[in-house]
């Protein structure tokens, strides 16, 4: 028998998830946001393949991108205001690419063009729990190898956020309490717009976390933590070349 892709073990994750999420917090908006989400997302990849190879496909891609927007965006959105925001991820992908390969998280930078184009709100459904999260996730950064990724981010927030918790003289340990599980074992280890090297890998993580800090601080208008995940996915380029340099 075949083994099932590590893309649609996520998929399923993500269904699973967002079902129990909706039926616990008997939150129909939470459902029918994501239905949208999907949809759009899986129209607008099937469009731009059917363009380029003239023939209808759904990518596996295209759907855990929707399923993650539903997750993210805010569920009392306009329906147009999700559709868009799926439109946009999906484009990112083919209209922002450097070596064959798209340079942003998709759900990321449909999300906050959304947030600064058309005012949209976000809401990481689930986020906070890490008793689901944390262990799913290791899972599926062990399958992808971005466990560096994952350390060198977790250690810098720790050191940030818990300087500034000891300043402040709150209990360290409250920093966990507002940790985004969502964001660091969903979003945050997207293979195609990390980096492969070792290095790259703990350098990007660490990167990460501290402009979180910095755009937290200076009380940015979007989302620190997809913005800042986006400004390094710009760098993950230079990075790999970095690490490629030295390694040789």
């Known amino acids: 028998m075949k083994p099932v892709s ?6 399923l994750f993500l269904i699973l998830f967002g079902l129990s999420l909706s039926f616990i917090d008997k939150d129909s908006s939470f459902f029918f946001a994501t239905a949208i989400a999907l949809i ?6 099937s469009l731009l393949l059917y363009l380029k190879d003239k023939r209808f496909s759904i990518s596996e891609s ?5 399923l993650i927007i539903g997750f993210v965006l805010a569920s009392d959105s306009h329906w147009w205001v999700i559709v868009l925001t ?4 999906i484009s990112s992908k083919y209209l922002i690419r450097f070596n064959k390969k798209h340079i942003f998280n998709p759900a990321g930078f449909g999300v906050i063009l959304a947030t600064l184009l058309l005012g949209a709100q976000t809401q990481w459904r689930g986020t906070y729990l890490w008793y689901i999260l944390i262990p799913v996730g290791l899972y599926f950064i ?13 250690i810098t927030s ?20 507002y940790l985004s599980y969502f964001f660091i074992f969903i ?13 790259a890998k703990l350098t990007f993580g660490a990167s990460v976390a501290a402009l979180i800090f910095i755009f937290t601080q200076s009380g940015v208008s979007f989302d620190a933590e997809i913005g800042a995940l986006l400004v390094l996915n ?3 380029p230079i990075l790999n070349k970095i690490s490629q340099r030295r390694k040789a």
Do not use: D
């Open 158 to 177: 720790l050191v940030i956020f818990g300087s500034q918790a000891l300043i402040r003289r709150e209990p360290i340990g409250s920093i966990f309490g």
């Open 62 to 66: 295209s759907i855990i991108t929707g």
């Open 142 to 154: 062990f399958k992808i190898h971005k466990l560096e990724l994952l350390l060198s981010y977790f």
């Open 6 to 11: 590590i893309k649609k073990q996520l998929i």
């Open 40 to 45: 759009s997302a899986i129209a607008a990849e």
């Open 86 to 89: 799926s439109v946009f991820a």
């Open 234 to 236: 710009l760098f993950v």
């Open 187 to 199: 979003m945050l280890i997207e293979p195609k717009s990390t980096p492969f090297n070792f290095l």
